[in-house]
């Protein structure tokens, strides 16, 4: 159903009082009134954090000494508590707060009582095995209910939660662990993924055998497969929790304290482990949530993100919850057991809020429209988008075969470090496929030029945010000077996002892409150090490099340039080589970093200082002419650049 006349104009009315930029006009006043909705953003926050449940009230809003902030200084609360125990006192408690879809056609429901129950009984398994307030918790599990319930049960006790993707290695589940020296893991003896059985415990097993600070790993029956048990150290969820209580009161949390850490890649080789604190990023989340969506009591929302991104977390977990939402989960992919599946459960659960991936999307207008015609969506209201840019035809194509030409798109910008939407439309905004249109209430984000100042329209500059949110990043987890190198110092005393982006003659923004040496994945985050690295140590490589090339479903997907040790390789096993190092990068990273393509080569193109020249690597890449070459390397030149290619391999799918 779309939005009543009645309810656009509710609906502007209530962001008017807050913010005016959010309507068509010439960027100069675009600019300024921002500025004017900045002056009274404390008070705004403030407003919106009155609307979580505090133990204790905070004495200061904000407290900023740059780049660090603390928000509602003093306050006290508790996550868990917020998304759940304050709903027990009215209605919702029997209103389904979770509905689960299994990959193989298994269904569960749980209303907001008997999630509240579930995730009692699991922090009461926790703390009986040593899990205490502050205590790091590795979460490595598919898209199952029990992974939300762990969320919610560490985050009751004030154990920060370290949520690794279900998708990743052993190796990358190693590295985050041993990052945080975490003593508990919690994960599953099996998944399933277009009906291939994923050996999820074998994995941790693999990962285990170098990380030694893990005393006891929990373990959920969902494949009910036969797997190893270590005596002493694995439990099973399934029979600690007939064992537990209901009862587990919520630790009282400093608004600072840490909720979770997540890892995002960054421009190195080490992924980067952000830190997110209690009370500024529940604020952040439950308000993002309730006004981007307008977010009604009856309404049934789907976000398609797996609970090991930060999309997961914040609008698929926190921001839901908070506002008494009754969510959908989905364990397997689009196209299982056929390309209509989430279209199937969209009508079956009568979805009225979709937001999903421009991947997701541009991979359902490849496939067509066939898949849609047998399914009433006429349920859904709203559609959002997230992760990287989308581009205008997918956009389109989203509005008319999904929302029926009547559901307003939220195309909305923000990243792991940001922890909420920053840049967005509202209900009731007038669109324009492909822009994000402008900054959330509350939020000051500009695009300026490498020097801080602020860029025309049309030119093409950098997302910079010039004023703290609640739910800004306070650190990376172990690395504070990382920190300020990373976010803070590229242009000084601005938040720097990485992305670029341009206003248009309305003062919209276009979001660009990223300008840093991180790869847009279907939206996840892939630095292209962290891809080098790990080529560089199979025995037979003797340097790498990286780059995202465009894609016309992934948005971006990652080519590697490789170049060999002398007489390690003979001609004639050179394609079947690039598919060994591929396959080395799953089993280091995960699927999700396979190169689209790998080009052996003799030699790399660099300047005459030895810096590999990456827009010539694009080029190729992508088929087009080869620009400017002055600055290669005495002694290159086009002709020999091309000629030093050895074999290509590309995937097939």
């Given at each position: 159903?779309?939005?009543?006349e009645q309810e656009r104009n509710e609906y502007k009315q209530k962001i008017t009082n807050i913010a005016n930029s959010f309507q068509s006009k010439k960027?100069?006043?675009?600019?300024?009134?921002?500025?004017?909705?900045?002056?009274?953003?404390?008070?705004?926050?403030?407003?919106?954090?009155?609307?979580?449940?505090?133990?204790?009230?905070?004495?200061?809003?904000?407290?900023?000494?740059?780049?660090?902030?603390?928000?509602?200084?003093?306050?006290?609360?508790?996550?868990?508590?917020?998304?759940?125990?304050?709903?027990?006192?009215?209605?919702?408690?029997?209103?389904?707060?979770?509905?689960?879809?299994?990959?193989?056609?298994?269904?569960?429901?749980?209303?907001?009582?008997?999630?509240?129950?579930?995730?009692?009984?699991?922090?009461?398994?926790?703390?009986?095995?040593?899990?205490?307030?502050?205590?790091?918790?590795?979460?490595?599990?598919?898209?199952?209910?029990?992974?939300?319930?762990?969320?919610?049960?560490?985050?009751?006790?004030?154990?920060?939660?370290?949520?690794?993707?279900?998708?990743?290695?052993?190796?990358?589940?190693?590295?985050?662990?041993?990052?945080?020296?975490?003593?508990?893991?919690?994960?599953?003896?099996?998944?399933?993924?277009?009906?291939?059985?994923?050996?999820?415990?074998?994995?941790?097993?693999?990962?285990?055998?170098?990380?030694?600070?893990?005393?006891?790993?929990?373990?959920?029956?969902?494949?009910?497969?036969?797997?190893?048990?270590?005596?002493?150290?694995?439990?099973?969820?399934?029979?600690?929790?007939?064992?537990?209580?209901?009862?587990?009161?919520?630790?009282?949390?400093?608004?600072?304290?840490?909720?979770?850490?997540?890892?995002?890649?960054?421009?190195?080789?080490?992924?980067?482990?952000?830190?997110?604190?209690?009370?500024?990023?529940?604020?952040?989340?439950?308000?993002?949530?309730?006004?981007?969506?307008?977010?009604?009591?009856?309404?049934?929302?789907?976000?398609?993100?797996?609970?090991?991104?930060?999309?997961?977390?914040?609008?698929?977990?926190?921001?839901?919850?908070?506002?008494?939402?009754?969510?959908?989960?989905?364990?397997?992919?689009?196209?299982?057991?056929?390309?209509?599946?989430?279209?199937?459960?969209?009508?079956?659960?009568?979805?009225?809020?979709?937001?999903?991936?421009?991947?997701?999307?541009?991979?359902?207008?490849?496939?067509?429209?066939?898949?849609?015609?047998?399914?009433?969506?006429?349920?859904?209201?709203?559609?959002?988008?997230?992760?990287?840019?989308?581009?205008?035809?997918?956009?389109?194509?989203?509005?008319?075969?999904?929302?029926?030409?009547?559901?307003?798109?939220?195309?909305?910008?923000?990243?792991?470090?940001?922890?909420?939407?920053?840049?967005?439309?509202?209900?009731?905004?007038?669109?324009?496929?492909?822009?994000?249109?402008?900054?959330?209430?509350?939020?000051?984000?500009?695009?300026?030029?490498?020097?801080?100042?602020?860029?025309?329209?049309?030119?093409?500059?950098?997302?910079v945010i010039t004023e703290p949110w609640p739910s800004m990043l306070r650190t990376i987890y172990n690395d504070h000077e990382r920190f300020k190198q990373t976010y803070w110092n590229t242009i000084p005393g601005v938040y720097y996002a990485g992305d670029g982006a341009k206003y248009d003659e309305d003062?919209?923004?276009?979001?660009?892409?990223?300008?840093?040496?991180?790869?847009?994945?279907?939206?996840?985050?892939?630095?292209?150090?962290?891809?080098?690295?790990?080529?560089?140590?199979?025995?037979?490589?003797?340097?790498?490099?990286?780059?995202?090339?465009?894609?016309?479903?992934?948005?971006?997907?990652?080519?590697?340039?490789?170049?060999?040790?002398?007489?390690?390789?003979?001609?004639?096993?050179?394609?079947?080589?690039?598919?060994?190092?591929?396959?080395?990068?799953?089993?280091?990273?995960?699927?999700?970093?396979?190169?689209?393509?790998?080009?052996?080569?003799?030699?790399?193109?660099?300047?005459?200082?030895?810096?590999?020249?990456?827009?010539?690597?694009?080029?190729?890449?992508?088929?087009?002419?080869?620009?400017?070459?002055?600055?290669?390397?005495?002694?290159?030149?086009?002709?020999?650049?091309?000629?030093?290619?050895?074999?290509?391999?590309?995937?097939?799918?």
């Amino acid at each position: 159903m779309a939005l009543t006349e009645q309810e656009r104009n509710e609906y502007k009315q209530k962001i008017t009082n807050i913010a005016n930029s959010f309507q068509s006009k010439k960027a100069n006043d675009h600019l300024r009134s921002r500025t004017e909705e900045a002056e009274g953003r404390l008070e705004f926050w403030q407003e919106r954090a009155s609307t979580l449940s505090w133990f204790q009230k905070w004495d200061q809003v904000l407290e900023w000494s740059y780049p660090d902030a603390r928000w509602f200084v003093n306050g006290k609360l508790n996550a868990s508590y917020n998304c759940l125990d304050r709903h027990l006192d009215s209605w919702k408690k029997n209103k389904p707060a979770l509905i689960f879809e299994g990959e193989k056609g298994d269904h569960k429901v749980y209303t907001y009582k008997e999630l509240h129950a579930e995730v009692n009984k699991f922090a009461n398994v926790l703390k009986s095995r040593g899990v205490h307030k502050g205590e790091i918790v590795t979460i490595y599990m598919p898209m199952i209910p029990e992974a939300i319930i762990a969320m919610l049960a560490c985050a009751r006790l004030g154990a920060p939660h370290n949520v690794v993707f279900g998708g990743f290695s052993p190796e990358a589940l190693r590295e985050r662990i041993n990052d945080t020296k975490s003593r508990f893991l919690i994960t599953c003896d099996g998944a399933y993924r277009r009906g291939n059985l994923l050996r999820v415990k074998e994995n941790v097993c693999a990962a285990l055998k170098e990380a030694d600070s893990v005393e006891k790993v929990f373990i959920v029956k969902r494949a009910n497969i036969d797997i190893e048990i270590i005596g002493g150290r694995d439990i099973w969820y399934h029979e600690a929790m007939e064992e537990a209580g209901e009862d587990c009161p919520p630790e009282i949390m400093d608004s600072e304290d840490m909720l979770f850490v997540l890892y995002t890649s960054g421009s190195t080789g080490k992924p980067k482990g952000i830190v997110h604190t209690t009370g500024g990023y529940l604020t952040g989340a439950s308000t993002t949530l309730e006004y981007v969506f307008n977010m009604k009591q009856d309404d049934v929302y789907w976000c398609t993100a797996d609970v090991g991104w930060i999309t997961g977390h914040s609008y698929l977990v926190y921001g839901p919850l908070l506002n008494g939402a009754t969510i959908v989960m989905y364990e397997g992919a689009p196209d299982y057991p056929s390309k209509d599946r989430y279209w199937e459960i969209v009508q079956k659960h009568g979805v009225t809020i979709l937001y999903t991936a421009p991947t997701a999307i541009r991979t359902f207008m490849k496939w067509g429209v066939s898949y849609l015609e047998k399914w009433d969506l006429s349920s859904l209201r709203i559609l959002g988008t997230v992760g990287e840019p989308i581009n205008p035809e997918a956009w389109n194509w989203f509005h008319k075969n999904i929302g029926g030409g009547r559901c307003p798109i939220m195309d909305t910008w923000w990243q792991t470090e940001t922890g909420m939407i920053m840049i967005s439309p509202l209900p009731g905004t007038n669109l324009k496929p492909g822009s994000c249109v402008a900054p959330f209430p509350g939020i000051k984000a500009e695009i300026v030029d490498k020097s801080g100042q602020p860029v025309a329209p049309g030119e093409k500059g950098f997302i910079v945010i010039t004023e703290p949110w609640p739910s800004m990043l306070r650190t990376i987890y172990n690395d504070h000077e990382r920190f300020k190198q990373t976010y803070w110092n590229t242009i000084p005393g601005v938040y720097y996002a990485g992305d670029g982006a341009k206003y248009d003659e309305d003062g919209y923004f276009w979001v660009l892409g990223r300008v840093d040496d991180v790869i847009n994945v279907s939206g996840h985050r892939i630095g292209t150090a962290e891809v080098e690295n790990i080529l560089i140590e199979h025995p037979v490589v003797a340097e790498a490099a990286c780059i995202g090339k465009n894609h016309e479903i992934k948005g971006q997907a990652i080519v590697a340039f490789v170049t060999l040790r002398e007489g390690v390789c003979p001609d004639s096993d050179l394609v079947e080589l690039a598919e060994e190092l591929k396959k080395h990068i799953v089993l280091r990273i995960g699927a999700i970093a396979r190169p689209e393509d790998i080009y052996l080569t003799k030699e790399l193109p660099k300047t005459r200082s030895g810096k590999i020249i990456r827009r010539i690597l694009r080029d190729i890449a992508e088929g087009r002419m080869i620009g400017d070459t002055t600055t290669l390397d005495d002694g290159f030149n086009l002709e020999e650049v091309m000629k030093n290619i050895l074999v290509s391999s590309k995937n097939e799918a």
